[in-house]
């Protein structure tokens, strides 16, 4: 199993800051921060800063971003 989150991968992603279903979403742009929403845009990204929840991403099929506490990986 890979160990970096890339642009591009599949996860499930729970909407209303993780208080609805896991769907399956396409990762369009992934960037680290320091806790707030925006920071630094990347390609990819371990996926231990994952949990560490300095990850936001944005999704293409819903045109809609996300917290890591939001994500999971999708195997």
């Known amino acids: 199993m890979r160990n970096t989150l890339k642009i591009g991968d599949k996860v499930w992603w729970r909407g209303g800051f993780g208080s609805e279903p896991a769907k399956l979403a396409t990762v369009e742009e992934i960037e680290i921060t ?42």
Request: charged share 25%; proline share 0%; hydrophobic share 30%.
């Open 34 to 75: 320091n806790g707030y929403k925006y920071g630094d845009q990347v390609d990819e990204v371990s996926w231990s800063k994952v949990y560490d929840r300095n990850v936001v991403v944005c999704f293409a099929e819903y045109n809609n971003w996300a917290y890591a506490s939001q994500i999971k990986r999708y195997e």
